[in-house]
């Protein structure tokens, strides 16, 4: 029998509840295939702070080196809030473990379900079509870049006095640039063959390089993938206006922490978007939603971005491409037949097929089960 050991990190809010739902689904696909999922949890973000001070805790690090993948729920929230530079923030966690595996690519697949398509905040019209990858860089730009405050500088307060001032540094190198680039033209080639490079070359210095490396690499090794350049604020405009016209979005990290969340909500809730970081070590498969700390506790959660981020886990991680497609195939047919969790239902879901989180992640393994 196989075994592959995960590092679980169910993190704050929602994420334990929605975590539960993950190791329950991977139960029955391990006993389904013949494979053991070895659980080793770990503590990220909240939780890491609250118990050890720190967000992301050597303990962590190590047992997320030593795992054949990790799988995170969610960090954050209110609790943790705090502007005071000096003080562990839950991101502080993410941004490390992500560095600390060398993680520097970020794929979001974002897919419109037939049965969501009124849940969107797009006419259905405008959904027709609509699959895209979004390949984010993920340990560059301005959230590693040099960062700083200063007191007392002259003329920085209003009316011209002494204050305060910040900055933050968006600084990219080729090698950075080149690599995840390569991992969006070697996507689209097993999809639609086209790559938008999203930039903001029109006023930013790293972006005049970004655009530079990416058709020097077209050029020479990628001739065949159709390349289109966009700005950034003409993207946003387009993700709303013609998203079909998308198949993989390659752009820096801050570009694709903010296009990746509009995109999101295109399939009408974030609750149904997963994600896998990958790089130089073990991978990391997470949901795009937070930590929703409003409905914690409640059994309320949407587990399917959750459950899909396992979907991606085990074709990236583990090649188990058969237990994955049945996994996609539970989650669309469960959909299909009018399941919904709160916040993908409409007025006019019945009131017996809106069911909890635990609920919700029952359905999905029965009908793994029985496919």
């Known amino acids: 029998m196989t075994t592959y050991r995960i590092c679980l990190l169910p993190g704050d809010g929602i994420g334990p509840e929605i975590m539960a739902e993950a190791a329950k689904v991977l139960g029955v696909i391990g006993t389904k295939h013949d494979v053991a999922f070895e659980f080793d ?33 969610a960090i954050g929230g209110p609790k943790w809030d705090t502007t005071d530079p000096s003080k562990p923030r839950p991101e502080q966690g993410l941004l490390g473990i992500r560095k600390g595996l060398g993680l520097f690519s970020n794929l979001r697949p974002v897919k419109i379900y037939d049965a969501l398509r009124d849940a969107s905040s797009l006419k259905p019209e405008f959904l027709e079509g609509v699959d895209m990858l ?4 993920l340990t560059g730009g ?53 790559v938008h490079s999203v930039d903001k070359a029109n006023v930013l210095e790293s972006s005049r390089l970004w655009r530079e490396v990416v058709h020097g690499l077209h ?32 752009t820096e990290n801050m570009f694709g922490d903010i296009l990746s969340d509009e995109a999101s909500m295109l399939t009408g809730s974030l609750g149904m978007l997963a994600s896998a970081s990958l790089g130089d070590g073990t991978a990391l498969y997470e949901p795009s939603h937070g930590s929703a700390p409003d409905i914690a506790g409640l059994g309320v959660a949407n587990p399917l971005a959750m459950l899909l981020s396992v979907e991606l886990m085990l074709r990236h991680s583990f090649a188990m491409n058969a237990a994955a497609d049945e996994l996609a195939l539970a989650i669309d047919g469960l959909l299909a037949a009018g399941w919904r969790t709160r916040d ?28």
């Open 41 to 73: 949890e770990a503590l990220l973000g909240g939780a890491a702070i609250d118990s050890t001070g720190t967000a992301l805790p050597e303990e962590t690090l190590a047992k997320a080196k030593a795992a054949d993948a990790v799988l995170l729920a």
């Open 219 to 250: 050029a020479a090794e990628y001739s065949d993938v159709e390349l289109v350049d966009q700005l950034v604020d003409n993207s946003a405009m387009q993700l709303v206006r013609n998203p079909a016209q998308f198949d993989v979005i390659v």
């Open 142 to 194: 301005l959230y590693f870049g040099d960062r700083g405050r200063e007191t007392d500088v002259a003329g920085a307060a209003p009316g011209g006095g002494a204050g305060k001032r910040a900055h933050d540094t968006m600084t990219y190198s080729e090698f950075e640039i080149e690599r995840i680039a390569r991992i969006a033209f070697d996507s689209a080639r097993t999809r639609r063959n086209k």
């Open 134 to 137: 979004i390949v984010r860089e």
């Open 344 to 371: 993908i239902a409409s007025p006019e879901t019945p009131d017996d097929r809106i069911v909890g989180t635990a609920e919700m992640g029952d359905l999905v393994a029965r009908r793994i089960l029985a496919e």
